[in-house]
Structures are given as structure tokens and as C-alpha cells.
């Protein structure tokens, strides 16, 4: 039965060779034959799902051929086996084209590592720690930080970005990126499955297993359908004691568009999405994303470009060289936007040994440096009064709208710094197009309200919150959820995993690419604000594509049975309009796979108020 089942193809040839010499030569021991060869692959597939106590298409097709044969038609017998096998052939190579986005990232998956001694190794060998080197042309074969030389990196199997990015000493690379010109040598951090590469490629794989209400509901009739069609053709044949007529029901009946309209949807359009940058967990998340109402965003790294600097900086200590050694060896040690500015800024002269580091989230970290507890954070992490001096410090850095952070040496306040950041220039034209639509936008962060009204004023907002921990974001998103709003949750994915699992639809930033793999539904790996147009867009056009399928199988099976009770179809002519709705279910749903015009242009948005506001320093 193996063999049988892995030789259709050969089967399928074989009948319509030897459908075409009986029908040439008007034998119909040969026609038998034919329906014989093609048929056994077909009655193979109804028994192995009888054993599971599924009816399946097969289980029709195949009581139609013995039941053909039986009352003389061999043509028919013959012709129906063969469309039913090519039709199936169809189908799989079609869904085979349609997973060519998966199947190019296992591609570009690279097979081999060069040591920095130039020794080649499979890629399955490297361990976290070895150093390798990646040469101009090659592909980056782990996920790892660059320790030496510099290059240019094409990363549009990871984030969808054909532009390359330069990477030097300190950068993070991914496997399955492109070394573009330059040459690199890497730490490797993550290997094999652990790689963000791969879980790209798990990630798309199983959302293709994760069906939308709609396509659930057509799986669970097609389960019905099939033994009503069964029960249908049975009635027919004893009430109007006419055979043929109830083996053409059985045929004309098989629910095969129907069955494959969903999934083929599914697989265009996820595949469509990975192409331009956009993760989506599954068909059930592109149904949510049609009814969503309010969008709440984080807003550094969201909103914001993520590249903050220093604007004011003050001090209260006798060595400020010392206090600012101290802050960056204890920034060193996280990776939080903030910090990393902070190390940028202070360029430490010294660095001493960090221990006993503790990140407390939505307020800072904590650490053990040179015999100092160190803290550094928000207003939150102050325990000790503050002169009237260091107060007014903290309000002017808060009344500036510049990002706060405070710094203090055991216990005792040792610096006050303000970080800035920039609005992204696609945020203002995004969020204008989201409340043009009917959504309600909300800005939920971490920073104090000042800073936020101060940055947000002139975006267009319906509510902006400031000065919340991770917990304070999931507490209002529980309550608009309350009201009856659908949220979608949009962040980094750094310190946003609880409000990333608590909205209906959690889309994080290609920034924070490990927590969102896990926690959000929606992967926006190229980072652009602009793909949640796209995104908006796609998950309207995947549920009217499944519907659609829906109509053009239910109404190309209701057509032929019409036209089987007037007389104008019979058995071999309704197989064959019944493989072209396949075929014409597959066709519809492969439109997915191209832009609509009225989203050619999104990605070039260039708001003008967005550069204002840049300019102005906000």
C-alpha cells in the first residue's frame, strides 16, 4: 500500500494512457483496467481514513468507480478515476508553490561554519562561545555579536529589509543573513533550533496549522457533508430505483474545493505576510484582526526610533568620573535602550567587576559595583528624601519632555541624566490612518506623563498614559477589554510580554524579536509602523478569500446537481467542472500573493509632521 500511495503520479499517467488506448480502440476490458490502476490509489486513501471512523472524499469516488463498473459504464469509471488523481496532482503542486516562502528560508539555511583558523564545520557542530568568520557572499551560519572587522548585512530573510545594514564590533548578527561586502568574525550566541532564523521558519509553519473560525466551521460541515451525500445518493437510488443516477450524485457531491478552500487561503496569505516582513500566528489571528477597535502602542521603540541620546546630565558628587564608570559597568550588564544610550554617553574609563545585578521591571536595576550598591532607573527606584535642588533637576528633565533617569550610590542621588529619543517617521501618518478607520489609539508607557504629552502632542491620539509599570498596561488593557473594545497591543517586545498576551492581538517590534516569537501573535520583523496597514489589510482580504472558496465550492456543487436533474450533466463531464472549481478555489486564493495598489505606496509614508516634530527635538 506504501508503494502505491507513493507512486500517484505513476498511477495517474498510467490511467489516462490506458483510459485514451480504450477509449481509441473501444475496449473496455482496457478502460477496466484503467479504472482499475488509477482507482487503487484513491480506495487506499477512503480505507486508512475508515480505520480513523472518518468518511472521506475517496470513500464517494470510490463507491462511484465499483458502481460504474458494475452496471457496464467503464468510460465513465475510467475518466472520473484519472480527474479525480490529476486533480489531486493539481492541488499539491499548487500548495507546494504556495509554501515557497518557507521553503526559500530552509533554503538559505547555510550548511557549513568557517572557524577563525579558516577550518570548515557543519553548521550543526557550533557551540554557544566558538568564534567563526563570515566572508563577503557567505551566510551568517548562528545568531551571535560581531567581535571584529566590519560589513554589510542584508537581513531580508529575517526582517524583510532588502537593505543591507553595517555591522562592526558589538552588533548583532542573525543565521540566514547575508554578508553583502566586508568580512566579520562572530561570538556565536544561539545555535540550531534556538536561532531566531529558525523559529521564523517553526513559527510560519505551524501558524499555517491555526485555522480561522470561518475555516474551522468549513472543516467541521465537510465532516457532515460527506455522509449526507452518501445518504442523499442511497434515497435517490432506491426511490427512483436508478443506479447511475445515485453514482453521479456520489460523484458530483465530493466537497474537495470545499475542503481545500480554507487551508489553501491560509498558506497564500501568511506566506504573503512573512514575504513583506509580517509574522501572523495562524488564519485565528487574521479573523481577530477584523475586529479589532482600539490599538494601544508602547512608545519607545514603538513609536520612537529607539536611538536615544543624552540631552542634559548633573551631578551630585565629589568624582563624577567615578559616579559615571559606575552607572555604565552597571548599564554594561543590561540590554535596555536607556542603558545603552547611558554607555554611549558616558564612555567609562574604567570597568569594574558588576555582581548581584537585579532588573526590577518598570522601574530599573540594581547591582553591586566596587563595594557600592548601584541603582539606576526611574523617579520609582528613589528610596532617600531629595534636596531641593536634585527636586527641581528632576522636574526641569521632566518638564523638557526628555526621558528621566536617576542614578544613586547607596541610597544617596549621584546623578540625574535626561534621554531623548525621536518619533519614527511613518508614526504620525500610521496613527492618522487608524483613527481614519475607526480605531481609537492610546499610548500606554513607561515614561512620565509629562514626557509623554510633551512628545505626543500633536500626534493624533485619543488617550496617552505615562509613569506605568508592565502590570499598569495590562490593568488597562483588562479594562477597555471591560467596556467590550477589541485591543491589539503594539511594542518592542522587551518589557511588553504581559500586554502582549493580554490584548486580543499582540504585535510586537522586530526589536524585541526572542520575547515576541513566544508571546505576541503578530511579528513585525522589519520594525516599520507602516506594515500595520499591510497587516490590516491582509487579514480583511484572507477572510473574504475563505469565503469566497466557500461560495465557489458550494455553488459549483449545488450547479451540477442541478444540472444533473435536467439532464445536462452527467458522471465524467460534472468530475471535470468539479476539479476546475479546485482549481479555480486555488486560483482565488493565490491572488493573495499580490500587493493591492492602495498598499504599493504605504511603506514609502513620509509624514511632514513627523519631521517637524523631529526637528523641533522632540
Known amino acids: 500500500m506504501h508503494f502505491i500511495q507513493t507512486h500517484k503520479q505513476e498511477a495517474m499517467i498510467a490511467g489516462g494512457v490506458l483510459t485514451a488506448g480504450g477509449l481509441i480502440f473501444s475496449q473496455a476490458w482496457v478502460l477496466v483496467l484503467a479504472s482499475?490502476?488509477?482507482?487503487?490509489?484513491?480506495?487506499?486513501?477512503?480505507?486508512?481514513?475508515?480505520?480513523?471512523?472518518?468518511?472521506?472524499?475517496?470513500?464517494?469516488?470510490?463507491?462511484?468507480?465499483?458502481?460504474?463498473?458494475?452496471?457496464?459504464?467503464?468510460?465513465?469509471?475510467?475518466?472520473?478515476?484519472?480527474?479525480?488523481?490529476?486533480?489531486?496532482?493539481?492541488?499539491?503542486?499548487?500548495?507546494?508553490?504556495?509554501?515557497?516562502?518557507?521553503?526559500?528560508?530552509?533554503?538559505?539555511?547555510?550548511?557549513?561554519?568557517?572557524?577563525?583558523?579558516?577550518?570548515?564545520?557543519?553548521?550543526?557542530?557550533?557551540?554557544?562561545?566558538?568564534?567563526?568568520?563570515?566572508?563577503?557572499?557567505?551566510?551568517v551560519p548562528a545568531d551571535g555579536k560581531v567581535i571584529s572587522g566590519q560589513a554589510n548585512v542584508v537581513e531580508a530573510a529575517i526582517t524583510g529589509e532588502p537593505d543591507a545594514k553595517s555591522k562592526q564590533a558589538g552588533a548583532t548578527v542573525y543565521s540566514g543573513t547575508q554578508v553583502s561586502d566586508g568580512t566579520v568574525a562572530i561570538e556565536v550566541e544561539k545555535t540550531g533550533y534556538n536561532t531566531v532564523y529558525q523559529q521564523i521558519i517553526d513559527l510560519i509553519e505551524d501558524a499555517q496549522d491555526a485555522q480561522s473560525p470561518v475555516a474551522t466551521f468549513i472543516q467541521k460541515f465537510?465532516?457532515?457533508?460527506?455522509?449526507?451525500?452518501?445518504?442523499?445518493?442511497?434515497?435517490?437510488?432506491?426511490?427512483?430505483?436508478?443506479?447511475?443516477?445515485?453514482?453521479?450524485?456520489?460523484?458530483?457531491?465530493?466537497?474537495?474545493?470545499?475542503?481545500?478552500?480554507?487551508?489553501?487561503?491560509?498558506?497564500?496569505?501568511?506566506?504573503?505576510?512573512?514575504?513583506?516582513?509580517?509574522?501572523?500566528?495562524?488564519?485565528?489571528?487574521?479573523?481577530?484582526?477584523?475586529?479589532?477597535?482600539?490599538?494601544?502602542?508602547?512608545?519607545?521603540?514603538?513609536?520612537?526610533?529607539?536611538?536615544?541620546?543624552?540631552?542634559?546630565?548633573?551631578?551630585?558628587?565629589?568624582?563624577?568620573?567615578?559616579?559615571?564608570?559606575?552607572?555604565a559597568a552597571v548599564e554594561q550588564a543590561t540590554a535596555h535602550p536607556l542603558g545603552q544610550a547611558l554607555v554611549a554617553y558616558l564612555k567609562p574609563q574604567t570597568t569594574p567587576s558588576v555582581t548581584d545585578v537585579k532588573v526590577t521591571r518598570g522601574i530599573g536595576v540594581q547591582a553591586q559595583v566596587a563595594d557600592h550598591t548601584v541603582s539606576i532607573g526611574n523617579q520609582k527606584s528613589l528610596t532617600q528624601p531629595l534636596t531641593t535642588a536634585q527636586q527641581a533637576a528632576i522636574q526641569n528633565v521632566i518638564k523638557s519632555g526628555a526621558s528621566l533617569v536617576v542614578a544613586t550610590i547607596d541610597g544617596k542621588l549621584?546623578?540625574?541624566?535626561?534621554?531623548?529619543?525621536?518619533?519614527?517617521?511613518?508614526?504620525?501618518?500610521?496613527?492618522?490612518?487608524?483613527?481614519?478607520?475607526?480605531?481609537?489609539?492610546?499610548?500606554?508607557?513607561?515614561?512620565?506623563?509629562?514626557?509623554?504629552?510633551?512628545?505626543?502632542?500633536?500626534?493624533?491620539?485619543?488617550?496617552?498614559?505615562?509613569?506605568?509599570?508592565?502590570?499598569?498596561?495590562?490593568?488597562?488593557?483588562?479594562?477597555?477589554?471591560?467596556?467590550?473594545?477589541?485591543?491589539?497591543?503594539?511594542?518592542?517586545?522587551?518589557?511588553?510580554g504581559p500586554a502582549l498576551a493580554q490584548a486580543d492581538v499582540g504585535v510586537a517590534m522586530g526589536s524585541g524579536m526572542d520575547v515576541a516569537i513566544d508571546t505576541a501573535d503578530v511579528i513585525l520583523t522589519s520594525s516599520r509602523l507602516t506594515n500595520l496597514g499591510v497587516l490590516f489589510d491582509l487579514a480583511k482580504r484572507m477572510d473574504n478569500n475563505i469565503k469566497q472558496n466557500l461560495v465557489i465550492a458550494i455553488g459549483t456543487v449545488a450547479l451540477l446537481l442541478s444540472g444533473l436533474l435536467i439532464g445536462l450533466v452527467d458522471m465524467a463531464s460534472g468530475m471535470l467542472f468539479h476539479e476546475i472549481s479546485i482549481l479555480l478555489v486555488i486560483a482565488n486564493a493565490?491572488?493573495?500573493?499580490?500587493?493591492?495598489?492602495?498598499?504599493?505606496?504605504?511603506?514609502?509614508?513620509?509624514?511632514?509632521?513627523?519631521?517637524?516634530?523631529?526637528?523641533?527635538?522632540?
Not at 494601544?296 to 546630565?313: E, N, P
Request: with cysteine; glycine share 10%; charged share 20%.
Open 36 to 139: 482499475l490502476v488509477a482507482g487503487l490509489p484513491i480506495a487506499i486513501n477512503a480505507l486508512a481514513a475508515l480505520r480513523y471512523k472518518q468518511i472521506s472524499i475517496e470513500l464517494l469516488v470510490t463507491i462511484a468507480l465499483v458502481g460504474a463498473v458494475l452496471i457496464g459504464e467503464p468510460v465513465e469509471s475510467a475518466v472520473v478515476s484519472f480527474l479525480f488523481l490529476f486533480g489531486d496532482w493539481l492541488e499539491q503542486r499548487s500548495l507546494a508553490k504556495t509554501r515557497s516562502a518557507i521553503q526559500g528560508l530552509a533554503a538559505a539555511a547555510p550548511k557549513t561554519a568557517r572557524r577563525l583558523d579558516g577550518t570548515m564545520i557543519p553548521v550543526g557542530d557550533l557551540a554557544v562561545g566558538d568564534q567563526v568568520r563570515v566572508l563577503a557572499g557567505e551566510t
Open 222 to 327: 465537510a465532516r457532515w457533508y460527506t455522509p449526507l451525500v452518501l445518504i442523499i445518493a442511497l434515497l435517490v437510488g432506491l426511490i427512483s430505483q436508478n443506479v447511475r443516477l445515485a453514482i453521479t450524485i456520489l460523484v458530483l457531491g465530493c466537497p474537495g474545493a470545499l475542503v481545500i478552500g480554507a487551508p489553501v487561503s491560509n498558506v497564500v496569505g501568511l506566506g504573503f505576510g512573512a514575504k513583506h516582513g509580517i509574522l501572523i500566528k495562524g488564519g485565528d489571528v487574521a479573523t481577530k484582526l477584523d475586529q479589532i477597535d482600539t490599538v494601544m502602542f508602547d512608545k519607545t521603540g514603538t513609536l520612537t526610533q529607539g536611538k536615544i541620546s543624552v540631552a542634559t546630565a548633573q551631578y551630585w558628587a565629589n568624582d563624577d568620573a567615578k559616579v559615571a564608570d559606575l552607572v
Open 414 to 496: 549621584a546623578a540625574v541624566y535626561g534621554l531623548r529619543d525621536q518619533l519614527r517617521t511613518d508614526t504620525p501618518g500610521m496613527l492618522a490612518t487608524l483613527q481614519a478607520n475607526g480605531k481609537k489609539t492610546v499610548v500606554l508607557s513607561g515614561d512620565s506623563q509629562a514626557a509623554v504629552e510633551h512628545m505626543m502632542a500633536d500626534l493624533p491620539l485619543s488617550q496617552t498614559h505615562g509613569g506605568l509599570l508592565p502590570v499598569d498596561k495590562v490593568t488597562a488593557i483588562k479594562a477597555a477589554q471591560a467596556h467590550g473594545e477589541k485591543v491589539m497591543f503594539v511594542g518592542d517586545g522587551i518589557n511588553d
Open 590 to 618: 493565490l491572488r493573495l500573493r499580490h500587493t493591492p495598489r492602495k498598499l504599493q505606496n504605504l511603506t514609502t509614508i513620509k509624514d511632514a509632521a513627523a519631521q517637524t516634530v523631529n526637528n523641533e527635538g522632540k
